[in-house]
Nanobody
């Protein structure tokens, strides 16, 4: 059973930085695509970033391009989301998710339906 645990969230001032971690257990990370999503109160869950399994290709939402960086450390079975120049509108619960080689239909990197396993989420609050 694949399990994901996010960490690294917290309260930060506008313009600040945070690094989120997604630790994957239960299987090797080598063949998984990982996505980061977020959900603010009263809003739908949205895709923030994703990294593919083999080539390490990365994807970003327009709202975070140039500010967020996703990268993976397969040896540690962990994926990170480095968040810089944070804005109040980045406030949300952040979730990581895994897409395995046995997943169903692919709806795009930013569709929650493309992913099989989810973490419990970590709160990010950007406020002065």
């Amino acid at each position: 059973q694949v399990q994901l645990v996010e960490s690294g969230g917290g309260l930060v001032q506008p313009g600040g930085s945070l690094r989120l971690s997604c630790a994957v257990s239960g299987s090797t990370l080598d063949y998984y695509a990982i996505g980061w999503f977020r959900q603010a109160p009263g809003k739908e869950r949205e895709g923030v970033s994703s990294i593919s399994s083999s080539e390490g290709r990365t994807y970003y939402a327009d709202s975070v391009k140039g500010r967020f960086t996703i990268f993976r450390d397969n040896a540690k079975n962990t994926v990170y989301l480095e968040m810089n120049s944070l804005k109040p509108e980045d406030t949300a619960v952040y979730y990581c998710a895994v897409r395995t080689p046995y997943s169903g239909t692919y709806y795009g990197w930013d569709s929650a339906a493309s992913y099989d396993y989810w973490g419990q989420g970590t709160q990010v609050t950007v406020s002065s």
